[in-house]
């Protein structure tokens, strides 16, 4: 019955942009907070960014700051990722995920309500 769909990843030059989108089947994700997850193969899964219920609070890792932002649009169901100045090191899968708590998300804890979806490929390549 819930399930997150990621899409707007694709291949793209160092220093390009892309902006991912995370939309929801059968629930309102403003009553979430969001976070988006990555990973390359091989490597582990990586935090990215996170959002408040209340666009009060984001966090960003170290590796995405003043490149990455995240917002949403609740008329529109959806969270997106913008990133900027991509880096072959942005490589990945992106996945978003659902918590109760913003904390939850920051902290990487026990606390994900979705299950990894597909997930939406990113591919930063000259």
């Not at 979430?32 to 960003?60: L, M």
């Not at 590796?63 to 090191?89: C, H, W």
Request: charged share 15%; aromatic share 10%; glycine share 14%.
């Amino acid at each position: 019955q819930v399930q997150l769909v990621e899409s707007g990843g694709g291949l793209v030059q160092p220093g390009g942009s892309l902006r991912l989108s995370c939309s929801a089947s059968g629930l309102p994700l403003g009553y979430y907070a969001i976070g988006w997850f990555r990973q390359a193969p091989g490597k582990e899964r990586e935090g990215v960014s996170c959002i408040s219920r209340g666009d009060q609070n984001t966090y960003y890792a170290h590796s995405v700051k003043g490149r990455f932002t995240i917002s949403r649009d609740n008329a529109k169901n959806t969270v997106y990722l913008q990133m900027n100045s991509l880096k072959p090191e942005d490589t990945g899968l992106y996945y978003c995920t659902r918590y109760s708590l913003f904390n939850q998300c920051v902290s990487g804890s026990s606390g994900a309500l979705d299950a990894w979806g597909q997930g939406t490929l990113v591919t930063v390549s000259s």
